[in-house]
C-alpha cells in the first residue's frame, strides 16, 4: 500500500471517530440536529474513503483519480460538518458558504470516483 492509501485510512479513521463523538453530542444535546448531520456526513464519507482505497489498491478504478476523489471526500466532509459543528457550539460557521462548498465538493468527489471506475486502466 502507498503512502497516500494509508494517510487516508488516518483520516478515515479519524472521520469515523469524530462522526461518532457527533452522533453521541447530538443524541444528547437540545436542538443538535446540525451535530447529526454532521455525524452522518462524516461517518458515510469515512466509509466511503475506505471504499475508494480499497478500489484503488485492487486497480478497480483508475488509481490517482481514486485517491483524489478520496482525498476529496475527506476535505469536503471535514468542511461540511466543521461548519456544521461551529455553528453549533460558537454560533458561527468556518466561513460564508463553507457547508455549501463542502457539500458540492463531496458531490465532485462523487462524480470523481465514477469517472475513475470508467477509465481504462493501462
Same mark, same amino acid.
Given at each position: 500500500?502507498? +503512502?497516500?492509501?494509508?494517510?487516508?485510512?488516518?483520516?478515515?479513521?479519524?472521520?469515523?471517530?469524530?462522526?461518532?463523538?457527533?452522533?453521541?453530542?447530538?443524541? @444528547?444535546?437540545?436542538?443538535?440536529? +446540525? /451535530?447529526?448531520?454532521?455525524?452522518?456526513?462524516?461517518?458515510?464519507?469515512?466509509?466511503?474513503? /475506505?471504499?475508494?482505497?480499497? /478500489?484503488?489498491? +485492487?486497480?478497480?478504478? @483508475?488509481?490517482?483519480?481514486?485517491?483524489?476523489?478520496?482525498?476529496?471526500?475527506?476535505?469536503?466532509?471535514?468542511?461540511?460538518?466543521?461548519?456544521?459543528? /461551529?455553528? @453549533?457550539?460558537?454560533?458561527?460557521?468556518?466561513?460564508?458558504?463553507?457547508? $455549501?462548498?463542502?457539500?458540492?465538493?463531496?458531490?465532485?468527489?462523487?462524480?470523481?470516483?465514477?469517472?475513475?471506475?470508467?477509465? $481504462?486502466? +493501462?
Amino acid at each position: 500500500m502507498n +503512502r497516500a492509501g494509508r494517510i487516508l485510512i488516518v483520516l478515515a479513521a479519524i472521520m469515523g471517530a469524530d462522526g461518532v463523538m457527533l452522533a453521541a453530542a447530538s443524541a @444528547h444535546g437540545a436542538d443538535a440536529s +446540525r /451535530l447529526a448531520s454532521a455525524s452522518s456526513m462524516l461517518l458515510f464519507h469515512a466509509s466511503a474513503v /475506505l471504499g475508494a482505497v480499497a /478500489l484503488a489498491e +485492487r486497480a478497480l478504478v @483508475h488509481g490517482k483519480i481514486g485517491i483524489a476523489a478520496a482525498f476529496g471526500f475527506v476535505l469536503a466532509a471535514t468542511l461540511f460538518a466543521g461548519d456544521l459543528t /461551529l455553528r @453549533h457550539y460558537a454560533g458561527n460557521g468556518l466561513f460564508p458558504m463553507a457547508a $455549501p462548498t463542502g457539500g458540492t465538493l463531496l458531490i465532485a468527489s462523487w462524480l470523481a470516483l465514477a469517472v475513475s471506475a470508467a477509465w $481504462p486502466r +493501462r
